[in-house]
């Protein structure tokens, strides 16, 4: 019997391939924080996994939020970082008072009209309370980011992911992108390969 099973344990090995975490041609795993499907502004589909070695800042924003001034220091932010590997993401929300009403068209005019916006934007989506988007439940969860979980308390919070996909830093919506702690973060983050 046991020569039995040792020869179907084999045969199931065998069957099952590449051990879990790993496709036949041994890329490297995408980190579970950038492993989601969204839609940009335009509505084409992007995977987030294309920030994979990247620095990336994830923010919830608004149009119409007395903080909506932040989107000049994610700007400058861009500018000065993304040849280094930064990837700032903004993501309309319409929780937080009902400032972002917009449509995605209306989202993306206003966004470049008012701010010259360069960098990546996606489709207005929840961040918050029922029908929240996968990517922010992941951002926002105990289980899935233990350091920095928690439901989000208003527009233009932000979420650093390292170049590895691990959160290393969140900023309350007062905290001014480019203020002096978050630069800190993101400059040793763009550092260490």
């Known amino acids: ?45 992007v995977e987030l996994s294309k920030y994979q070695g990247k620095v990336v800042l994830f923010v919830n924003v608004a149009s119409q939020c007395g903080l909506t001034g932040q989107y000049k220091a994610l700007q400058a932010l861009h500018e000065k970082y993304a040849q280094d590997g930064l990837a700032i993401v903004g993501v309309p929300a319409n929780e937080f008072g009902r400032q972002e009403p917009g449509t995605d068209g209306e989202i993306a005019e206003f966004c470049k009209k008012n701010y010259g916006v360069g960098f990546d934007m996606l489709s207005k989506v929840v961040v918050k309370g029922d029908g929240i988007c996968p990517l922010y439940k992941h951002l926002t969860g105990k289980e899935t980011n233990s350091d920095f979980a928690g439901e989000i308390q208003w527009n233009f919070t932000k979420f650093l992911v390292n170049r590895q996909g691990q959160v290393v830093g969140r900023f309350e919506p007062r905290v001014e992108p480019d203020a002096k702690e978050v630069v800190a973060v993101i400059e040793a983050a763009l550092k260490a390969k």
Not at 17 to 45: H, I, Y
Request: proline share 9%; with cysteine; hydrophobic share 45%.
């Open 1 to 45: 019997m046991r020569p039995l099973i040792a020869v179907l344990c084999l045969a199931v090995l065998a069957h099952v391939g590449p051990s879990a975490g790993q496709n036949k041609e041994s890329k490297p795993m995408v980190p579970a924080v950038l492993n989601f499907k969204m839609k940009t502004l335009d509505g084409k589909d």
